[in-house]
């Protein structure tokens, strides 16, 4: 018979496996510490958004606190590499073990050179690809100039500008034989050969696997490795929960599932009020309570899917980055803010680093907020400020909570 948990169980396991259910070590946050939380989430999304910071920070930021942001760099630009770029939960930070088996299931062909003919499209990864093999890392730019290549630019879909070699690049990463080495201060990729990158025990399936009429078994085994990874990270949820941590098939997630739990790594439950079809990973933790606090980046994993988002918090959360100004709810960058086993609030940041402020340019309470929502929102406000290296936070009059915010920051 499944395990009957209440939804709080079922927030606790899911708050434990994102590292989110604690409060913050108190001393000095060392290389390791940054290093385990990676391995915890398996995967931190990457975006361009510097509104408030680079994404990819703000998930360690979450869990660690004010962390040196040098330490994660570290991870993905030394040897040997802890993590790496590739297609993941769209761009993202993947650990390098993951990169076979998402080679064999991502398709993210529309990003780069698959509607180009195939024979300009070949002869200019062949001049790419023995370019970097010769040099150092390059980006996009440099590489232009370094193989004199000229065109009309011309505005793509979706806004994209993208000369050839940018398209090939793009390409050539999807296929997995070009790599980032690191990104420069304006957060462009520095491309190079994925064989300089990946550790030498991880190897990458040759392209017989990567074609529709592949080696089956060994995508079936990639999909099984996946979707556990995405379970333990997940803690408890449901197939199609698993399948959108690392974007695989849905069907064929759910086929993992039942494998996974064959093997034992899976088990089914049930949860009151979360009225789907559940598994909880074997190795998840339910604390007794939960008593964390963290600020989430719009693109945090705990907050991915957003249907496990509401069912599980009961928080309809939506990104409004791309929609106008006017039809905008709560704001342009919106960060959902987790208080114990509940998010309580969510606030529009922005860093204004030439005045050296930190903005709160709205903070909304959700209707069941605790009532210490404003004084330990202040304090993690304060908190990120110190980290973002700004000199104090303004708050805004907008949205329901903001005054009491107002207070509690003048309080302190």
């Not at 993941?88 to 993951?98: G, T, W, Y």
């Not at 065109?151 to 390409?171: I, M």
């Not at 899976?266 to 007794?288: I, N, S």
């Not at 509940?342 to 069941?368: T, Y």
Request: proline letters at 4%; glycine letters at 6%; hydrophobic letters at 45%.
């Amino acid at each position: 018979m499944a395990a009957s948990l209440s939804l709080k169980q079922a927030r606790r396991i899911a708050l434990a496996a994102q590292g989110l259910d604690k409060v913050r070590p108190t001393g000095p946050v060392t290389s390791r510490a940054v290093g385990r939380t990676f391995a915890r989430l398996q995967l931190v999304q990457i975006d361009s958004v510097n509104v408030l910071s680079r994404s990819h920070y703000l998930p360690f930021f979450s869990r660690l606190g004010g962390y040196d942001r040098s330490l994660l760099d570290s991870l993905s630009g030394r040897s040997p590499r802890r993590m790496m770029e590739y297609w993941a939960h769209e761009a993202s930070f993947i650990r390098p073990e993951h990169f076979a088996d998402l080679l064999l299931w991502q398709r993210r062909g529309w990003v780069g050179a698959g509607h180009l003919d195939r024979t300009v499209r070949e002869d200019m990864a062949v001049r790419i690809l023995d370019t970097l093999a010769a040099g150092r890392p390059m980006t996009a730019a440099q590489l232009t100039a370094r193989l004199r290549h000229r065109e009309e630019r011309r505005t793509e879909q979706w806004g994209w500008n993208w000369n050839l070699v940018k398209q090939v690049l793009e390409h050539l990463f999807e296929e997995g034989l070009v790599s980032s080495a690191s990104r420069t201060e304006q957060f462009e990729r520095r491309y190079t050969l994925t064989s300089r990158v990946l550790p030498a025990a991880v190897q990458a399936p040759d392209a017989d696997h990567r074609s529709a009429n592949g080696d089956g078994d060994a995508r079936a085994a990639a999909v099984v490795r996946l979707i556990d990874a995405a379970a333990q990270a997940h803690g408890i949820g449901t197939a199609r929960c698993f399948a959108d941590y690392f974007r695989t098939p849905v069907k064929a997630a759910a086929l993992a599932v039942g494998e996974l739990v064959r093997q034992g790594r899976l088990e089914k439950v049930t949860v009151r009020g979360w009225d789907r079809e559940l598994y909880r990973h074997v190795e998840a933790r339910m604390p007794r309570k939960a008593s964390g606090r963290a600020l989430l980046s719009p693109f945090d994993s705990l907050v991915f899917e957003r249907r496990r988002l509401h069912e599980l918090f009961g928080f309809h959360y939506r990104i409004e980055i791309y929609t106008p100004a006017p039809k905008r709810k709560y704001g342009y960058y919106v960060l959902p803010f987790l208080l114990r086993d509940s998010i309580a609030a969510r606030v529009d940041l922005k860093a204004d680093r030439a005045g050296r402020l930190l903005l709160v340019k709205s903070a909304h309470a959700e209707a069941d907020a605790p009532n210490d929502t404003a004084s330990e929102l202040a304090a993690e406000l304060r908190l990120m400020a110190r980290w973002l290296d700004l000199d104090d936070v303004v708050v805004s009059p907008e949205g329901g909570l903001a005054a009491q915010l107002a207070v509690e920051m003048r309080a302190s």
